[in-house]
C-alpha cells in the first residue's frame, strides 16, 4: 500500500484566523480511501493528532469520541479526523489497535506527522477549522483538558456556517468591515433585538439588548479594547438571526 500524506499551499506558524493549509491524508481500512481538507468547503472540521501508543492520547481518545464526535456527528455541517503524527510507528496494526481502544468511530489517518508540521503543533492537540477554510482553534492543552474550548469553538463555527447571511433582512447594514474602532449598524423598519459580538474562540465579547426600537435605528459598538483578527456578530432581527464574520485590523 503507498500512503499518501500531502500538504499544500503556504506553510507558516498557524495563528488563530488564518487560512488552513490544505492536507491530503490516507486514512486506515475500512475507510481505505484519502481525507482532503479542501473537500471539506463549507464543514466545521474537528482535527485530533495523535501518537498511536501515547498514553495520554488514548485516554483522551474515548473523550473526544464522546464528548464531541457523537454530539456533533450528526449535524451535515460537521466532520472530523484523527491524524497519527507518529510517523515512525504509524501503521494499519498500531493505528487500528488505537481505534479500538479509544472507541473512535470518526476516520482516523495514518503517518501524519508532516501535517503536524505544517501546523506547528504536536500530538495529542485538538484543533478547529471552520467551514471556510478558517483556523479557529489550536489547542495548546492535552486532548483532555481542551475539551471545552474545543466544543466552544465547533459551537461557534456551526452558527456561522450554512447559516443564509442577512437574505431576510435586506436592509440590515453592518458597517465598516474590516473595522478600525467603531462598528455601526443600522437596521431600516425592521426592528432588532439583540446583539452579541464573539471572539475567534466562541467567547462572548459584547452583547446588548433592546425592546421598541424599529424606524431608522441604529447603534455604535466601540471595539478599541479588542485586539486585531476574525470576529463573529450575531444580531436578532425580525424573528431571524443574521451572523457574519468581522475583522478587526488596525
Known amino acids: 500500500m503507498i500512503l499518501l500524506i500531502a500538504c499544500t499551499g503556504q506553510l507558516y506558524a498557524q495563528v488563530l484566523g488564518d487560512p488552513a493549509p490544505d ?6 481500512e475500512p475507510d481505505s480511501t484519502t481525507f ?8 466545521v472540521v ?22 464531541i464526535y457523537q454530539v456533533f456527528k ?28 479509544t472507541g473512535i468511530s470518526f476516520p482516523l489517518a495514518l503517518k501524519g506527522g508532516s501535517v503536524a508540521a505544517a501546523y506547528q503543533t504536536t ?38 456556517t450554512g447559516l443564509d447571511l442577512g437574505s431576510h433582512i435586506p436592509q440590515l447594514n453592518v458597517f ?29 465579547v459584547h452583547k446588548a439588548t433592546f425592546s421598541g426600537f424599529t424606524e431608522l435605528f441604529s447603534v455604535e459598538i466601540p471595539l478599541q479594547h479588542l485586539e486585531q483578527g476574525i470576529y463573529f456578530y450575531s ?10 464574520k468581522l475583522l478587526i485590523q488596525r
Open 23 to 28: 492536507f491530503e491524508v490516507e486514512l486506515l
Open 36 to 43: 482532503k481538507l479542501s473537500d471539506q468547503e463549507g464543514k
Open 46 to 67: 474537528l482535527v485530533f493528532f495523535f501518537g498511536n501508543t501515547c498514553p495520554s492520547c488514548l485516554s483522551a481518545g474515548s473523550d473526544v469520541e464522546t464528548s
Open 74 to 101: 450528526d449535524n451535515t455541517n460537521f466532520t472530523a479526523i484523527g491524524i497519527d503524527t507518529w510517523d515512525t510507528s504509524s501503521n494499519e496494526s498500531s493505528v487500528t489497535n488505537f481505534k479500538n481502544t
Open 123 to 160: 500530538y495529542d492537540r485538538l484543533m478547529v477549522i471552520d467551514g471556510e477554510g478558517i483556523l479557529v482553534h489550536k489547542g495548546i492543552l492535552v486532548a483532555r483538558n481542551d475539551l471545552d474550548n474545543t466544543i466552544e469553538a465547533i459551537n461557534q463555527s456551526l452558527t456561522v
Open 176 to 204: 465598516p468591515n474590516p473595522v478600525s474602532d467603531v462598528l455601526h449598524i443600522a437596521v431600516g423598519d425592521a426592528s432588532i433585538s439583540g446583539i452579541s459580538l464573539y471572539d475567534i474562540t466562541g467567547k462572548r
Open 235 to 244: 444580531i436578532q432581527a425580525e424573528e431571524q438571526l443574521y451572523t457574519g
